[in-house]
């Protein structure tokens, strides 16, 4: 038999039963671990308290033993690198790291020191939570000293001369430990500062954010229940002015215009509905002698569904406060409208104008919310009857290309396609050419007004675009030749670079058969 590995065993077998305690009295050291091995947990006594110290652990690298329970020290750790055995808990006393880099053992919790870092590098062991004490760091030069327990745990101490102290327990008590010797140690951290919009009434931006009070999401818990109760008792607007008074609401919302932060003072909710049936645009224009502002929301008490805002002016030599919004609501939607106070002294009365215009597909005027409005509600003829473009009914109607000369215009087209160099939500016209066979179709156009043109394979699909030309400006022709397959139809769509350019153009068309 191999003689190392019997002396392996016999040395395994000693460690384990140098752990076992007295069966009545104090419990007993645990044995040391062999080559890298963990070193023994420390004893147990009749009554299950064990207070023996761990053993080391075994060289290089081993972890020392946990110490025993209540009060028992962790074993140190193997040289020259190994880990100190964590204390026992409750206030046990983590075991030294290993020499010259070993880490030492945490503390036991809750009130456990942390045992030292290896000499001269290592780093100390953290202290039991929330007050123990971090493990000085490694001797000289440079150890770093454990970090206290949370909350209010004190750093252990950085080895002299330039050692880092521990950091201190969490916020915002613990202490930072000392620095190395002078002149050059770093003493550790303190408990951080307390973060954060401290106070949500007082007015001041506590965290130095850009926003404070219930603007400052750190207030959302003190302000959600104030908006909730002041959106659920808000006022339905009924008619097209309304007198109200701010001096009379609550302060729980604010809106995000003005940098951000309006309406630090108190506010009066109003809530509309258009007529069934109708979608249409509404303009609320507020007028009052003090500051104030007014805005619009999908979801009352959620600053992130703003719609608009406006807190543009304030009152100057006489002249009242005056702020608009203009905003489009769908049938049925109900939009809080809210009239807010810039700060609490410029409280008061104010007056609301209201005005509503509903949308209607047809009347042949394009309003926001349409795609087109061709005077009728009939579709299949390239606007529907919600007043929306028919792709496929666009494409259908495409103009033919022949070869030579072909003119058109931009002005009072459709404006659905874009290409990857001109055209975006602007006036275009659609053309289809079938090359009669293989070949190179070269294309030029021709304007007086800043027009491009693309070609596709498939009218609709931006993804099928061949090829796109719009280098020059005003005047400027554009050319592009590209290889195509006979028999396959192309779309050729011309369009508008500025909302002001759209005109009439002449677009050449040259074929060359493949050979």
């Known amino acids: 038999m191999n003689v190392r590995l019997v002396a392996g065993i016999f040395v395994l077998a000693l460690s ?79 075991g030294s790291g290993g020499e010259p880099t070993g880490t030492g053992g945490s503390g036991g919790e809750p009130t456990g020191t942390g045992g030292s870092g290896g000499e001269p590098t290592g780093t100390g062991g953290s202290g039991g939570e929330p007050t123990g004490t971090g493990g000085s760091g490694g001797a000289e030069p440079t150890g770093t000293g454990g970090s206290g327990g949370e909350p209010t745990g004190t750093g252990g101490s950085g080895g002299e001369p330039t050692g880092t102290g521990g950091s201190g327990g969490a916020e915002p008590t613990g202490t930072g430990g000392s620095g190395g010797a002078e002149p050059t140690g770093t003493g550790g951290s303190g408990g951080a500062e307390p973060t954060g919009e401290t106070d949500c009434t007082n007015y001041e931006d506590d965290d130095g954010d850009g926003s404070y009070d219930c603007a400052d999401t750190d207030c959302a818990a003190t302000c959600a229940p104030i908006a909730e109760a002041a959106c659920a008792s808000a006022t339905p607007i009924v008619s097209t002015t309304i007198h109200g008074d701010t001096s009379e609401g609550t302060s729980g919302l604010e809106g995000t215009c003005f940098l951000g932060n309006t309406g630090h003072g108190p506010e009066e909710i109003h809530l ?49 406060d005056q702020e608009r919004i203009e905003i489009y609501v769908r049938d049925g939607q109900a939009v809080p409208i809210v009239v807010d106070t810039y700060e609490p002294r410029e409280a008061g009365p104010y007056t609301l104008n209201v005005r ?78 079938t090359p009669p066979s293989d070949g190179t179709l070269t294309l030029t156009l021709s304007a007086e007004a800043d027009l491009g043109f693309y070609v596709r394979e498939g009218c609709a699909d931006f993804g099928s675009e061949l090829g796109c030309a719009d280098d020059g400006g005003r005047g400027d022709d554009e050319t592009l030749a590209i290889d195509v397959a006979g028999g396959e139809p192309l779309f050729v769509i011309v369009d ?9 153009y002449t677009l050449t068309v040259d074929f060359t058969p493949a050979p």
């Open 272 to 320: 509309f509905t258009p007529p069934t049936g109708q979608s249409g645009t509404l303009v609320v224009e507020l007028e009052s002698p003090t500051d104030h502002s007014v805005y619009a929301r999908s979801a009352c008490a959620d600053m992130r569904s703003e719609i608009d805002c406006s807190d543009e002016s304030s009152p100057y030599d006489g002249l009242p």
């Open 16 to 94: 384990a039963a140098a752990g076992c305690g007295d069966d009545d009295g104090e419990g007993g050291a645990g044995g040391n671990g062999g080559s890298g091995g963990a070193g023994g947990a420390g004893g147990v006594d009749a009554t299950s308290t064990g207070t023996g110290t761990a053993g080391g652990g075994g060289e290089p690298t081993g972890t020392g033993g946990s110490g025993g329970e209540p009060t028992g020290t962790g074993g140190s750790g193997g040289e020259p690198t190994g880990t100190g055995g964590s204390g026992g808990e409750p206030t046990g006393t983590g």
């Open 356 to 433: 509503f215009t509903p949308i209607v597909c047809g009347d042949g005027t394009v309003d926001a919310i349409e795609e087109c409005d061709d005077g009728n509600t009939t579709s299949g003829d390239g606007c529907s009857s919600t007043c929306v473009y028919e792709l496929d009914v666009l494409c259908e109607d495409a103009a033919e290309l022949s070869i030579g000369e072909n003119t058109g215009s931009t002005t009072a087209s459709a404006s659905v396609f874009e290409g990857s160099c001109v055209g975006w939500d602007l006036p275009e016209a659609i053309h289809r050419f």
């Open 496 to 504: 508008t670079y500025l909302p002001i350019g759209g005109g009439a």
